[in-house]
């Protein structure tokens, strides 16, 4: 199964509007990247997406990836270093762990958009939303592994 066939139509519009809906409460920015899969460490893999697709140009470095790998069923969470500076160690663990507890049961868009709308949430407290905020990122799903083969690894992970 291609990356692109994850999820149904009607998934990924489930995901756009989950995305949309937590970053209404956060400046931060919010992404999903899904490859079919990830040889070596998923983080060092998501880092290179995180990259690619310029998710490390935000203003406030304040950019978030919820990176999946479906074939070799690993996922990761990663932010930018102005998220680290400002967060505690091991600040994703309890959204790794819904993510988890969804994933086991099938349910993988279920446990994406509890994700999206829980990283929202969290960043919502260290990057509130401002009134001149505009979205720096869109907020379409990304898919494959290509970008990961041409971009940099030049993010730090929360």
Known sequence: MKASEFLTREQQEMLVSA????????SGEIRI?????????????????????????????????IY???KSKV??????????????????????????GYFRNGEFA???E???????EKLRHYFPYM???INEQPDEISFGSAAAKKGPDNTSHA
Do not use: S
């Open 75 to 100: 996922f990761c969470i990663i932010g930018d270093t102005g998220i680290d500076k400002a967060v505690p160690a091991g600040f994703w663990n309890d959204v790794k762990d819904i993510m988890a």
């Open 33 to 65: 990247h899904i490859d079919e899969t990830c040889k070596g460490d998923p983080m060092k893999q998501a880092g290179k997406i995180f990259g690619y697709l310029g998710m490390d140009r935000t203003a406030q470095r304040n950019g978030v990836l």
């Open 114 to 120: 509890r994700a999206v709308l829980a990283v929202g």
């Open 110 to 112: 279920r446990g994406l």
């Open 19 to 26: 995305i949309k809906e937590a970053e209404k409460n956060t």
């Open 68 to 70: 999946l790998a479906c």
């Open 131 to 133: 009134e001149d905020d």
